[in-house]
């Protein structure tokens, strides 16, 4: 009886396991940047990019400009000032670079949410394609490999080849 016994819950183990075993899910990887970079809106995003950063880096090249002629004057009439018109000086001086970096930030916080707004159809396109792709084969998770480090990801199951296909690209 206690052989049976045992016998019966080996059974039962077996078959546990055989289910948990099919039931596992297809799991898949791409490198998202990687899509990214290979489709050609990515390029004529690009370069608008960079020419609405030209706007502010021409800027800030006319600002800096103005305060390096500033501190080369002051620096060379620093000695014949009297205190109150060096403490103006300083306090303008100051004012200024303040400006700058105040400048800096905002320009740099625009040009972040305009690389946000244009990049964003990319990133939807992209995130469809692997999800239709993902959806057609079968596959529970498609894992982002430029995010992380695959240890192991076998061949079979990187869908770059069927993104680029499904997006038309070479």
Known sequence: ??????????AVGMLFVGSFANAQSKIGHINF???IDLMPETKT???SLQAYQKTFIDQMTTMNNEYQAKVKEYTDKRTTMTDAVR???ENE???????????????QQQ???KRQELGKPIIDKATAA???????KGYAYVLDS?????????????????????????
Request: a positive charge; hydrophobic letters at 50%.
């Open 1 to 10: 009886m206690k052989k049976l016994f045992k016998v019966a819950l080996v």
């Open 33 to 35: 940047n990687q899509l």
């Open 45 to 47: 995003v690009s370069t």
């Open 87 to 89: 403490t103006a000086k």
């Open 93 to 107: 001086l100051t004012d200024m670079q303040k400006r700058m970096n105040d400048y800096q930030n905002n320009a």
């Open 111 to 113: 040009v972040d949410a």
């Open 130 to 136: 692997v999800q239709a792709i993902a959806k057609e």
């Open 146 to 170: 430029s995010q992380i480090t695959l240890l192991v990801a076998p061949d079979a199951d990187d869908l770059m080849a069927a993104a680029k296909l499904k997006l038309g690209l070479k």
